[in-house]
T-cell receptor
Framework: DGGITQSPKYLFRKEGQNVTLSCEQN?????MYWYRQDPGQGLRLIYY???????QKGDIAEGYSVSREKKESFPLTVTSAQKNPTAFYLC?????????????FGEGSWLTVV | DAKTTQPNSMESNEEEPVHLPCNHS???????IHWYRQLPSQGPEYVIH???SNVNNRMASLAIAEDRKSSTLILHRATLRDAAVYYC?????????????FGKGTSLLVTP
């Protein structure tokens, strides 16, 4: 089935550690996105990529890093510089960054700092 | 940035129509109006989108005001599975490129 796969679904991180969240899509989409959602809040954009080997910072990029070496993959690394990383992380993609295109979301990854 | 304003919560009875309002008074001429919904602990799901004309699909209808400063998502017959947070979003191409900017949305409660 075509779609977006995020892994792991649940992840625990010790303070001071970097962790990487995986996002893979087989929809042949050019654009990919990472969002963060805190309990009871809306989504906030971390990073987005309009094409391979290109990505741009969103509203809350500090403490995060991404790469886009392949069209189908857009991993997110939560670094130790992110002071409050416990949240629900959502990866998404769209055919292109055109404003009329639908954005498709993965099922999300829960990250908890212990 | 073009922003949207939605009620925090709404309630509906099962099998009755639901009208979810959204105000976007600063919308620009090229902004599309998108609606998504999200169930607990899941990723958001696309519902519908439009630019100027009213739109219908199998999930819902979107009514857009003539001046485009407001829109309404219409669920024709609410079911218990429609209970979710509904987000009204404008595609913002200024500070965040072409990504969607989500607010808190409207939490829809559907009662039997």
């Amino acid at each position: 089935d075509g779609g977006i796969t995020q892994s792991p679904k649940y992840l625990f991180r010790k303070e001071g550690q970097n962790v990487t969240l995986s996002c893979e899509q087989n929809l042949n989409h050019d654009a990919m996105y990472w969002y963060r959602q805190d309990p009871g809040q809306g989504l906030r954009l971390i990073y987005y990529s309009q094409i391979v080997n290109d990505f741009q910072k969103g509203d809350i990029a500090e403490g995060y890093s991404v790469s886009r070496e392949k069209k189908e993959s857009f991993p997110l690394t939560v670094t130790s510089a992110q002071k409050n990383p416990t949240a629900f992380y959502l990866c998404a993609s769209s055919i292109s960054a055109n404003t009329g295109n639908t954005i498709y979301f993965g099922e999300g990854s829960w990250l908890t700092v212990v | 940035d073009a922003k949207t304003t939605q009620p925090n919560s709404m309630e509906s009875n099962e099998e009755e129509p639901v009208h979810l309002p959204c105000n976007h008074s600063t919308i620009s001429g090229t902004d599309y109006i998108h609606w998504y919904r999200q169930l607990p602990s899941q990723g958001p799901e696309y519902v519908i989108h439009g630019l100027t004309s009213n739109v219908n699909n199998r999930m819902a209808s979107l009514a857009i005001a003539e001046d485009r400063k407001s829109s309404t998502l219409i669920l024709h017959r609410a079911t218990l599975r429609d209970a979710a947070v509904y987000y009204c979003i404008l595609r913002d191409v200024s500070n965040s490129g072409y990504a969607l900017n989500f607010g808190k949305g409207t939490s829809l409660l559907v009662t039997p």
